[in-house]
């Protein structure tokens, strides 16, 4: 029960990466705040999260809108005291598909990804980081992905927004590590998605030196590991939770 006690707010909870790692922080012992954009999904997911014995509020809406999200990370402090763990799980849309190379780019859509994958981070944390600086404690990750570090052909605007979560991470944790706050990013690579054709995740399971797709419950325990007091002396990294797909194989 590492997570007795703590309040955890988790983005993107509905499925995925997000559920995975809620799933783990109810297992120990969390209380928890989840939000989607999709309600029915949400419910689901709050229900199933229960069953671990554990309290789950739900605010279903989109974190790039900032009403919507001061009401809720408001209400989150206001019905639990505290919020001391956020998981800012939101990425993706909108929408990825079709990507196009940058010179015939449009500027509106180039935005629209900045908003999914760098501010919506930016307003939960800029919400909850006050409250927990004040009680001198606090445990942040934000998820990035490989496209980041690696670059993404015909993916230039979310590729650079996930690097934008680098920069600002460690910008960041320079400045809380002092009053009681880890900030990290988890550089994600080759974990399931329902949209990726079979010859894209046949090369992405080349590339990785364990041959195969990453269970979600392998990236939600790593998650949890960063947002445990087990990981007290890490702050302003980017960690690769990637099958090694970040560092290349040199042998066929």
């Given at each position: 029960m590492r997570f007795a006690g703590k309040v955890a707010l988790v983005t993107g909870a509905g499925r995925g990466i997000g559920f995975a790692s809620a799933t783990e922080l109810a297992r120990g012992g969390a209380s928890l705040v989840i939000n989607d954009m999709d309600g029915e999904r949400?419910?689901?997911?709050?229900?199933?999260?229960?069953?671990?014995?554990?309290?789950?509020t739900t605010h279903a809406g989109s974190v790039t809108d900032a009403a919507f999200v001061e009401a809720m990370t408001t209400r989150?402090?206001?019905?639990?005291?505290?919020?001391?763990?956020?998981?800012?799980?939101?990425?993706?849309?909108?929408?990825?598909?079709?990507?196009?190379?940058?010179?015939?780019?449009?500027l509106a859509h180039f935005r629209a990804i900045f908003e999914v994958n760098f501010f919506s981070q930016v307003l939960v944390l800029r919400a909850l980081l006050p409250g927990m600086i004040e009680r001198g404690y606090g445990k942040v990750v934000c998820v990035s992905s490989m496209?980041?570090?690696?670059?993404?052909?015909?993916?230039?605007?979310?590729?650079?927004?996930?690097?934008a979560l680098h920069a600002l991470v460690s910008s960041v944790s320079k400045e809380v590590a002092r009053k009681g706050v880890n900030i990290n990013a988890v550089v994600l690579g080759n974990p399931p998605h329902p949209s990726r054709t079979e010859g894209r995740q046949a090369y992405l399971d080349k590339l990785s030196h364990f041959g195969r797709v990453g269970d979600l419950a392998e990236f939600g325990r790593a998650i949890a590991f960063l947002l445990s007091d087990d990981a007290s002396y890490i702050s302003g990294a980017a960690i690769p939770i990637?099958?090694?797909?970040?560092?290349?194989?040199?042998?066929?």
């Open positions: 949400l419910e689901a997911a709050a229900a199933e999260l229960r069953g671990h014995g554990v309290e789950v989150a402090v206001a019905d639990h005291g505290k919020v001391d763990l956020l998981l800012n799980n939101v990425g993706g849309g909108p929408p990825m598909t079709p990507w196009a190379e940058f010179a015939a780019s449009d496209s980041a570090v690696l670059g993404q052909e015909s993916g230039s605007a979310y590729a650079s927004g996930k690097m990637d099958g090694g797909l970040l560092t290349p194989r040199l042998n066929e």
